[in-house]
């Protein structure tokens, strides 16, 4: 063979070769994929679950209606993650709220940075909209509770094997009284084996 | 039984018209407004955090994950290093301050620092410029009353 030849053919495997394709398939979001260990969707959604069974499905919950006509209103406060991973918890969290306002046996008011702005938006339309509809200060609804929660974890490893377990604990409490009402918990435990 | 009823229930009025007066609801604590200033005063900074995950992390004790990360370290390092902390770069065994004077046994890239004390081309390894033999002998060392004298072939320096 020709040495151009012969040169240019192994340039281009080389090339190919080096040019490896990346391939990207779409996965059902349901579907368990565990590659590192670490905390996935996969861990955020059972969370989810448990805990969305357990805070619709308890007393506190009978409990509100029989003493108060209405429905109870809650606040989604601080979540702390004192883990060893960084986990957003805002990621099981805005299941839980879905299913308050989905089932609508439990109200929902904003808190945080969205209330914020929430606020500023109001005060916007008190210079900008027209007078019919002007929305006024001091008509939020006020939460009945407040949900609070932490993620800790606990490590053990030892040259390859590692386990871990996460333990997410959400706390509803009774704003006036400060009564914890209810205390859900999930805990998920791994195996890792490098 | 009636009379003490009845001064039960005159006292109880009493209490509430008093509390009622004092714009006290039943059971109310009366200093509740110290508490409310007081949270009143601060509550934009307490209430910062809320409807976020505060990150609190620790680092926990994982054999496999720290080997792999010093082991990425270690090749960035070296990658970083190339160049300058070679046999073919600045401050080695070929080119100046490498043993010919100061700066060579306690200064800069010279046999403390990653990728440059103990492998092959370098002051502590084969072929580095110091006859195979240690920066810390000495003679070798930077001293200003025992100067290094000698002559170098190549790589090799010979010093009296």
Excluded at chain 1, 1 to 10: A, D
Excluded at chain 1, 37 to 51: K, P, V
Excluded at chain 1, 114 to 126: C, H, P, S, T, Y
Excluded at chain 2, 116 to 128: A, H, L, M, Q, Y
Aim: with cysteine; hydrophobic share 35%.
């Amino acid at each position: 063979m020709h040495f151009t030849l012969r040169l240019s053919l192994i340039a281009f495997i080389l090339f190919s070769v080096s040019c490896a394709q990346r391939k990207v398939t779409r996965i059902d979001p349901s579907e368990e994929i565990d590659i590192s260990g670490s905390w996935n969707a996969t861990d955020s959604r059972i969370t989810a679950q448990e805990l969305r069974d357990q805070i619709l499905g308890e007393k506190w919950l009978s409990n509100h209606l029989s003493s108060k006509t209405k429905k109870p209103v809650v606040i989604v406060g601080m979540i702390t993650n004192k883990s060893h991973e960084h986990i957003e918890a805002e990621t099981f969290m805005n299941d839980l709220e879905r299913s308050f306002v989905q089932t609508d046996k439990v109200g929902l008011v904003q808190s945080g940075k969205k209330r914020e702005e929430m606020r500023a938006e109001k005060a916007d339309q008190q210079t900008n909209a027209s007078q019919s509809s002007i929305k006024k200060f001091g008509l939020e609804k006020g939460a009945d509770y407040i949900l609070q929660g932490s993620i800790n974890s606990i490590v053990d490893a030892f040259k390859r094997k590692k386990t871990v377990t996460y333990l997410v604990n959400l706390e509803l409490t009774n704003i006036e009284t400060n009564e914890v009402v209810w205390i859900g918990d999930k805990k998920i435990a791994k195996y890792v084996k490098n | 039984m009636k009379p003490y009823l009845f001064f039960l229930l005159s006292a109880l009025i009493t209490f509430s018209g008093r509390a009622q007066s004092n714009g006290l609801l039943p059971d109310q604590n009366p200093d509740y407004k110290m508490s409310q200033d007081k949270y009143t005063r601060f509550r934009d900074s307490l209430l910062l955090n809320s409807n976020i995950t505060v990150q609190d992390t620790y680092k926990a004790y994982d054999w496999y994950a720290d080997k792999l990360e010093n082991r990425n370290n270690r090749r960035q390092a070296r990658r970083a290093n190339w160049g300058f902390n070679n046999n073919w770069g600045f401050n080695n065994g070929i080119g100046f301050n490498n043993g010919w004077g100061h700066n060579s046994d306690f200064s800069f890239n010279n046999g403390w620092g990653p990728n440059n004390g103990f492998g092959f081309n370098n002051r502590w390894g084969f072929n580095n410029g110091w006859n195979s033999y240690n920066n810390f002998n000495r003679r070798n060392r930077f001293n200003p009353f025992f100067p290094s004298i000698g002559f170098r072939t190549g790589n090799w320096f010979f010093s009296f």
